[in-house]
């Protein structure tokens, strides 16, 4: 039996996201394999670390600053690796958990851990860099502007917008995720206010695509043989494209598998572009990448290296799709993280 830390919260807008994902693991995870230490990351940066492992059959706690005493997180890693901690599992998704920052000290302790390293985690969390490595290597993509946003001339980019992708248009920030950060605008004055409103060194705009939205995730290490999950398809209910709402409101979104315009080729074609994107980025364990099927094709929206895990998450549907239960996928991504190679040296003791 390996101990394991999952990490559950962070810094970024998806807090609460992270925290269902975080309890949906710790519930899940097979007892007679790992025994899980939770770990609180609250909103100001510190870590919470419960006094001990969750015992067989003992229920998820409710994730907060009650689990331990406030720490730093070297502090707090160096404890946890003190206490025989062999790997990690990041259940965040944002800033500070799925941009690389967490995953580079993770690495630095030689301690392996679930999703991709620091330069693919650090690539895949920023759009513009995405849509940039992606495009290197041959992947289509929608149409689009990108330029500064903090301190931008917000006169000049929205006319540099309007001339060259019209409206309405999909805006982004940079770094964000889970919809946050995104919005459809319809006119000049939703673009100027999306400038006045997000936070962020650059955007990235965006001409809409008519099609079909699908998503489709990657299980497998880079350099190794990649398994493409079957893919889902996303039909929002209460908005008019998939909005925080409508990805985790009851009721938000229909989400079917397979979706509803592609036949087995299809199917095929959209598997071996999601491949693509993985290994182009050098993702390792598990990826999602979103697209829209248009009439000329898939089209790539942007790759996530750290996919939700609540119950209302697509990765969960489509590895169920695909015959493969919440524990087993689980242990896919636990033991890819430990296939790479990353088991910890041995460490020079602590000085008295």
């Not at 790997?87 to 630095?108: I, K, N, T, W």
Request: aromatic fraction near 4%.
């Amino acid at each position: 039996m390996l101990d394991l830390a999952v990490l559950g919260g962070g810094r970024s807008a998806e807090h609460d996201v992270s925290l269902r994902s975080c309890t949906a693991v710790l519930r899940a995870l097979d007892r007679r394999r790992w025994r899980p230490w939770p770990v609180y990351l609250a909103k100001d940066g510190s870590w919470h670390v419960a006094t001990a492992a969750l015992a067989s059959g003992e229920p998820a706690p409710e994730l907060g600053p009650h689990l331990g005493r406030a720490q730093r997180p070297g502090v707090a890693l160096g404890e946890l690796l003190d206490r025989g901690i062999r790997v990690v599992f990041p259940a965040l998704h944002g800033r500070a958990g799925e941009d690389g920052s967490l995953q580079g000290m993770l690495e630095l302790h030689d301690l392996p851990f679930v999703g991709s390293g620091t330069a693919a985690s650090a690539v895949g969390m920023d759009k513009l860099r995405t849509r940039e490595c992606l495009r290197a290597h041959g992947v289509p993509m929608a149409d689009c502007v990108t330029g500064p946003l903090d301190g931008a001339d917000v006169d000049r980019e929205v006319e540099r917008i309007v001339d060259a992708l019209g409206l309405p248009c999909f805006v982004k920030t940079d770094l964000s995720g889970s919809s946050f950060g995104v919005e459809r605008c319809t006119d000049r004055a939703g673009l100027a206010a999306f400038f006045g409103r997000e936070r962020g060194r650059r955007y990235v705009a965006e001409r809409p695509l008519r099609g079909e939205e699908i998503s489709v995730p990657v299980l497998g290490n880079s350099g190794d043989e990649l398994e493409a999950l079957p893919p889902v398809g996303i039909y929002p209910q209460l908005d008019d494209w998939f909005t925080p709402t409508a990805k985790y409101a009851s009721g938000g979104a229909l989400e079917l598998i397979p979706p509803r315009g592609l036949d087995a080729a299809g199917i095929a074609e959209v598997q071996a572009l999601a491949k693509r994107c993985h290994l182009a980025l050098g993702c390792d364990g598990v990826s999602r990448t979103d697209m829209i099927v248009t009439a000329d094709g898939p089209r790539v929206l942007e790759l996530n290296t750290l996919p939700g895990l609540t119950e209302a998450s697509l990765l969960p549907k489509c590895a169920a799709a695909a015959g493969i239960a919440f524990p087993a996928l689980l242990d896919r991504l636990l033991d890819a993280a430990l296939a790479r190679g990353r088991a910890p040296q041995r460490r020079a003791p602590r000085s008295a």
